[in-house]
């Protein structure tokens, strides 16, 4: 009797440890499993913010591009009667050869110094010149105009311009030299007189199609200092 009854106290006494332990146990795996369910539901949200962070930027970018005006001139080349041929994108010009710089300083005094008895022509030729000036060389073609206009002076004569030279001076300056004839209507010389000039030019390539029309070589005159010469 005394020895069932230690067995009966004994086992009274490991029954309440043992369920405490279950329940820990059971306490520690329902706080594992919520707790990486949280820092599953955690991850998410910052994969998400970031995904969303990533599309603004993505989005940002797309506008940013939208805004911006791009324009690709194209070349078409036609034959005699005019049907196409070829045609393709303007590449730019890697360098620009010095030849076409010069050529180009060269119609620009023919263009701003010439007089010519058609008024058509002069007005073209006045717009070519505009078409290739900027800064302080465009308020000085306004001056000059002003003072001697052509469609005034056509009625006395025409003064024919031949450029006799144009040396590069610097990286974005240029000496040109020329002689101005001037013809009364009957044909008769009246005087010649020779000038110099030094040309601060700049190059801008043509970024729309009408621009690339006007100077297709984007050389500017940006300042015009000139003289009469003995």
Do not use: C
């Not at 994108?89 to 010095?98: I, V």
Request: net charge positive; no cysteine.
């Amino acid at each position: 009797m005394k020895l069932n009854h230690l067995f009966r106290r004994h086992r009274s006494g490991s029954e309440p440890a043992a369920e405490v332990s279950s329940v820990a146990r059971g306490r520690r795996e329902w706080d594992d499993r919520y707790a990486g369910l949280a820092r599953g539901k955690r991850n998410w949200q910052l994969a998400a913010l970031g995904l969303l962070g990533v599309d603004g930027l993505l989005a940002a970018g797309f506008i940013h591009l939208a805004s911006q005006s791009r324009i690709t001139p194209f070349v078409v080349e036609v034959d005699r009667i005019g049907q196409a041929v070829a045609f393709g994108p303007a590449e730019q010009l890697r360098k620009t050869d010095e030849r076409l710089i010069r050529y180009q300083l060269n119609l620009f005094i023919r263009d701003v110094r010439s007089v010519f008895s058609d008024a058509e022509v002069q007005k073209t030729v006045i717009n070519r010149a505009y078409g290739h000036a900027k800064d302080g060389a465009l308020g000085l073609l306004n001056d000059y105009f002003k003072k001697s206009n052509p469609f005034l002076r056509e009625a006395e004569g025409t003064v024919a311009v031949q450029v006799q030279s144009v040396l590069r001076l610097s990286a974005a300056s240029w000496q040109v030299q020329w002689r101005e004839t001037q013809i009364a209507q009957g044909g008769r010389i009246v005087s010649e007189t020779s000038w110099q000039a030094v040309l601060g030019v700049e190059l801008t390539p043509p970024e729309t199609t009408d621009m690339l029309l006007v100077n297709p070589l984007g050389l500017y005159v940006t300042e015009i200092n000139w003289t009469q010469t003995l």
